[in-house]
């Protein structure tokens, strides 16, 4: 495993780091909650010592199947990703969803950072991980009711009561992030991110760059399109919140995997799988400072921390991007 340094912190994250969202069952159709766990474990065994998590991944579940995962490992060992800002039990703040717990009760999702909620969702998630501190602790999403300096102000006590070792942000603009700033030392944004998802190239890549700000990517592999695994046709499960989303109509289907036929020789000549090349790709793209890779079973997990081991040379990154900018997806 390789590892980068989090912008201007002294935390070093695994490149392929575990993203535990499709672990927490919440989007996705439910979860098995030991496979979950067996597929952190494995993963940490093979050089993935970085976890990303939040409280809104099945309401607690994924923070409990994380922290399940890493009990009897050092703590020194392993990097603790949260985030904070999605309340599923409080109706307050920015309306963000009507949804479905992993039982299939309805529940509503608001965008809510106020400092009394910042402070009671970290001791949560401090109980839920079985640790004492959290090593990334990130805002979900904006919450446009609440100053954005009342929510750094609620994380920077964290940072001095040192339940907190770092702040970040997710899904912030280049502007968000700049106003941030003035209240805390913002270490990185994460950010969606994939062949397929390439927006914040134009201007949020720049602003990272320049500020030495991590970004670290998630959905790099687009929820499993870019694993070559999906063809025109594919039905998705109950629950699953992909089935609506544009990149998943059938003609777009055709589409990517007319282009990842274009780079299967290059990942036959690698020994690699079409998954692997892919976020071999993204974690060689200028600002991305590691890739979050979810995984649901240690197969997948495996797969995916051995991404790392495969070499790109210049002209091979430049050859996968040419026939990357030909793919136009039909929305």
């Not at 993203?19 to 065994?45: L, P, Q, Y």
């Not at 629950?239 to 995997?257: M, P, Q, S, T, W």
């Not at 780079?263 to 998954?275: C, D, F, Q, R, S």
Request: hydrophobic share 40%; glycine share 8%.
């Amino acid at each position: 495993m390789k590892f980068r340094k989090l912008g201007k912190s002294d935390v070093e994250l695994s490149v392929i780091t575990f993203g535990a969202w499709a672990a927490g069952g919440w989007m996705w159709g439910g979860t098995e909650r030991n496979e979950a766990v067996n597929a952190i474990k494995d993963s940490f065994h093979a050089g993935v010592t970085s976890i990303d998590t939040a409280p809104i991944y099945g309401q607690g579940l994924s923070e409990e199947i994380v922290g399940e995962a890493i009990k009897g490992i050092s703590r020194d060992k392993v990097q603790l990703l949260t985030k904070f800002g999605m309340r599923w039990d409080l109706a307050k703040g920015d309306f963000a969803m009507h949804s479905k717990d992993n039982n299939g009760n309805p529940i509503d999702v608001y965008k809510y950072a106020g400092k009394e909620s910042v402070i009671k969702e970290c001791e949560d998630s401090l109980k839920r991980l079985g640790t004492d501190y959290i090593d990334l602790y990130q805002i979900h999403w904006p919450d446009s009711t609440t100053p954005v300096e009342e929510t750094m102000e609620a994380v920077n006590l964290l940072i001095e009561q040192g339940k907190v070792r770092y702040a970040g942000v997710s899904n912030y603009n280049a502007d968000l992030m700049d106003e941030a700033s003035k209240y805390i030392e913002l270490v990185s944004n994460q950010v969606p991110y994939s062949m397929v998802k390439r927006e914040i190239e134009q201007e949020l890549v720049p602003y990272c760059i320049t500020h030495q700000k991590g970004i670290l990517a998630y959905s790099p592999l687009e929820r499993g399109l870019l694993t070559g695994k999906m063809k025109p046709g594919y039905k998705f499960g109950a629950d699953d919140h992909r089935a609506g989303i544009y990149f998943y109509k059938d003609e777009n289907l055709h589409k990517v995997n007319q282009f990842l036929e274009q780079i299967t020789p290059l990942a036959h000549e690698k020994n690699a799988t079409i998954g692997q090349l892919v976020l071999r790709w993204t974690v060689e793209q200028p600002g991305i400072t590691i890739a979050l890779a979810g995984a649901r079973n240690s197969v997948q997990a495996l797969e995916n921390a051995a991404a790392i081991d495969l070499e790109l040379n210049t002209e091979e990154t430049a050859l996968i991007t040419r026939h990357l900018n030909d793919l136009k997806l039909i929305r």
